[in-house]
């Protein structure tokens, strides 16, 4: 008898409906129920493998891809994985023009999925040409049959989640969701999942997440663009220098803002007490659960969904490296330095 090959064709059709998963412990002393939605799933470990197969799709649906085209983006790294994932999949050439802010761990696996990499200096200013928006807008330009995917001024980046997070959150708890918690770097996840959560029960809070050194909240309360927010921040992928239009900031109630410190040590907080290995954003975005928590924002009826946008591996050399916490200052009298958990035998 012929056997059934359980298999998918590839990685693509892995790509969303990530977990959400309870949490426990972290949660245990707040009002209310948490539920942390686990994007490390997906098989480029980011929630950026939801715009980056949806913005090429519809490219393609278009007939603005051809075989063999390229692809150009800027990046913190994790789009530019996930581009580099569907692009081999899909036989297209990537380029990636980084920020020098992100990790080496980073850089190197978007040398490992194949990807061309330019390294360009994270603390100058969006418009300055050495800056990765840019450098990718001139490779571009330079490029005959290029496709610039322009994450944080692309509509679809918002869409993607649109059609994929946010029928996925309400699905997955029954409709019962009363708070949302994201980080806003692009804004695609917030505001394409609040979009669709607001149009099935315009009551769900919609709380971003932004680190101290952007623009967001300030322009969210005053719809005014003030430089003097702007100021170098380690954590990568949340917060702005800039206005993108991928935020949809009608669809926000509020922003919070966490910093680089707490973001840190919330982190490696949820890895040691949910079992749940989780990025730097990840423990920003638990931060705002936090600090919400300790405003009074949650009652015992509340149901909130915490994004957790990307999977810890990818900071060993950051906030899982004791010695980078250490240089960063971030052992200090209120988090005091982790006892030595590592024995070495003689
Ligand atoms: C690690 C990480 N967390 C959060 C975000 C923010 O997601 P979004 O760009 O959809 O606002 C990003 C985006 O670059 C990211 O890389």
């Known amino acids: 008898m012929e056997q059934k090959i359980k298999a998918y064709n590839n990685m693509l059709e892995l790509i969303g409906n990530t977990p ?31 715009i980056a197969l949806h913005i090429i799709e519809e ?44 990790s080496k761990d980073k850089i190197d696996m978007l040398r490992a999925m194949g990807a061309k990499v330019y390294v360009c200096p994270a603390h100058v200013k969006a418009d300055d040409p050495r800056s990765y928006y840019e450098v990718a807008k001139r490779m571009h330009q330079e490029i005959e049959g290029s496709v610039y995917i322009n994450q944080y001024f692309n509509e679809l980046n918002t869409n993607a989640h649109y059609r994929t997070t946010g029928p996925e959150i309400w699905n997955q708890t029954g409709g019962a969701v009363t708070h949302l918690v994201a980080c806003s770097g692009t804004g695609g996840t917030i505001s394409g999942t609040a979009r669709f959560l607001k149009e099935q ?23 005014e663009f003030d430089p003097k927010e702007i100021y170098p921040y380690r954590i990568e992928g949340l917060g702005k220098n800039l206005i993108p239009t991928a935020t949809d900031f009608d669809v926000i109630d509020t922003f919070v803002k966490v910093t680089d410190e707490e973001a840190a040590h919330t982190a490696r ?22 600090q919400l928590a300790e405003e009074g924002e949650f009652d015992a009826n509340s149901k909130v969904v915490v994004i957790f946008p990307d999977h ?24 005091s330095e982790i006892e030595e958990d590592i024995q070495y035998v003689k």
């Open 20 to 50: 959400l998963i309870k949490l426990n412990t972290i949660t245990e002393s707040f009002e209310g129920n948490f539920y942390a939605k686990i994007e490390g799933f997906n098989p480029g470990h980011s929630s950026k493998d939801r």
């Open 59 to 102: 490219a393609e649906r278009k007939g603005i891809l051809k075989p063999g085209d390229t692809i150009i983006e800027t990046t913190s790294g994790n789009t530019g994985f996930s581009i580099a994932m569907v692009s081999i999949i899909k036989g297209y050439e990537c380029i990636l023009a980084v920020s020098s802010k992100s």
């Open 201 to 223: 029960n315009p009551d769900i809070r919609i709380i971003g997440v932004d680190a101290y050194g952007s623009v967001l909240k300030k322009y969210h309360e005053t719809r």
């Open 269 to 290: 907080e949820i890895s040691r007490s949910e079992g749940c290995f989780v990025g730097y954003t990840s423990g920003a975005a638990m931060q705002a659960v936090k």
């Open 312 to 335: 810890g591996s990818r900071y060993m050399s950051k906030v899982y490296s004791d010695d980078w916490m250490r240089e960063q200052g971030f052992f200090d009298t209120v988090h």
